[in-house]
């Protein structure tokens, strides 16, 4: 017996769905996900909210391990091969398999299963226990009664929990498409394989474990498909075919070896705030360009079709800047899918000394700065650090690993501490490879509006799974854009977990 939480009471077979010559295998399927969803959407949301009620915190060993019981034991009652992969210091990564008779391509799902820790008493309510909302709360939504069966259920309504968008969203909106699919008899078109996450909030620092160690499992894959991240800013559903890569520095310059009264010794002493702004004003001019040498040399060049999804995609600059009440973006304005195909220097912090009442008449001994690298495909993390420490010395600085000792002082007046922070490459999957040409056929299918965009803004380690695979990596976000992700008050709107329920069936049974 299937479980009843996730709506699995049988429909009538082709119920409210007429056969539609015309129509194409993923077509039909997305009409019967949606009647299917329409008949059983309280128990959709019901077996949600227990699977969302289990903490989640990759760190939590016990609870986390809970989660990955329970999700393969739901995989397991629709005919998928469940097992529990395991490495020594991770929670365990829960893989699938579901063959289908005659298929000719295998395709993972990739969902995370951690989320990130939380600080409850920044939540309105406890982030584990689901609260439904009427609306967002920030427009005015209040608490509601989760529905009950044959309730009308509006795609407006919040679920607030921790991991509603950010990753538990696709494991439901999965098992009902597979439901769907299942009680109309309507069989899969490809090998479906699942590879469920549990540290991706933690880092995935085990993922060359796990691929390594089960590396027959990875060897025949078609297809990667990535169920994580937002729909477009504009509210349109979007399919991605890439993430930035990361990197970083903590930058360190010097004074004098202690603080020193800025009255006795200003306009004397070197102040270091001083010095670092400096130094970080070369970096980039007044327009946003990185002022590094060869900064974006590496850079893949940008494909016709890429700068044609570019073009196609809405038009949401405006808005966005009004939305951060900005009145220029860089670059005198470019396009921000433009910008998010060119590596990036960002500023994530800097300190010299205290400011305000906590100020002091005194010239600090030195002012640090954290940089961060986004890369994008064609960038390898150390050498692009390499151009940025090649840039410091041309200003004059001698670069140090350690805090400088007299010695060192003595001899050189600019001297520059670097610490390297670690990072990953960029992946990038061609948008015209024939392999994607059926995905993206069949999530047409599901949303009338589908956007291509080349790469996400943000990083994941993607990286990992190009060295182990050379099939296309795709993302396919379903999450609110305005989600809340990571942060307290994290939240799903019906609407794009119903889109989600679409979009699996429709890749279910992509020609």
Known sequence: MKNILFGLAAVAAGAGLQPLAAQTASETAVETARVWREAHGAEILRGFANLLALPNDAMDTP???????????????????????????????????????????????????????????????????????????TEGGEI???????????????????????????????????????????????????????????????????????????????????????????????????????????????GANRGLHS?????????????????????????????????????????????????????????????????????????????????????????????????????????????????VKGNDPQAMLDLVEAHIKRQGYHIVREAPDASTRAKYPLIAKVTRNGGYRAVRSDMSDPRVTSLIDALRGAADDLILTPSLGGSLPLYVFEENSDAPIIILPIANYDNNQHAADENIRLGNLFYGIEAYAAVLTME
């Open 144 to 254: 509601i009664p989760f529905p009950e069966k044959g309730d009308a259920i509006d795609e407006n309504w919040r679920l607030y929990a921790r991991s509603a968008s950010d990753d538990k969203a696709p494991i439901p909106a999965l098992l009902a498409a597979i439901d769907a699919l299942d009680e109309a008899e309507m069989g899969f078109s490809s090998n479906i394989k699942l590879v469920f996450d549990g540290e991706e909030e933690a880092g995935s620092s085990h993922l060359d474990d796990f691929l390594a160690a089960y590396a027959d499992k990875f060897s025949d894959i078609d297809l990667w498909l990535f169920c994580d991240g937002p729909t477009h800013q504009s509210g349109s559903a979007q399919l991605v075919f890439g993430v930035r890569g990361v990197t970083g520095l903590e930058l360190t310059v010097y």
């Open 263 to 375: 009255g006795h010794y200003g306009n004397w002493a070197p102040g270091p705030g001083w010095r670092l702004s400096q130094l970080l004003a070369s970096m980039k001019d007044e327009n946003g360009k990185v002022q590094v040498k060869d900064f974006y040399k590496s850079a893949a060049p940008v494909s016709k079709m890429e700068r044609a999804a570019i073009a196609a995609a809405p038009d949401v600059d405006d808005q966005l800047r009004e939305t951060f009440g900005l009145a220029a973006t860089e670059a005198k304005n470019a396009p921000l899918g433009e910008r998010l195909l060119l590596p990036a220097l960002n500023l994530k912090g800097l300190k010299s000394a205290e400011v305000g009442a906590a100020s002091r008449n005194v010239i600090p001994p030195s002012a640090s700065a954290s940089i961060g690298l986004r890369l």
């Open 63 to 137: 609870n986390i391990r809970r989660n990955a019981d329970y999700i393969s034991d739901l995989f397991s009652e629709r005919g998928f091969a469940m097992e529990l992969l395991e490495v020594e210091g991770s929670p365990p990564m829960i893989y699938g398999l579901r063959q289908t008779p005659g298929a000719t391509r295998t395709i993972v799902i990739y969902v995370h299963y951690d989320g990130q820790p939380v600080e409850a008493a920044n939540w309105t309510h406890p982030p584990y226990e689901p609260m439904l909302y009427s609306a967002a709360m």
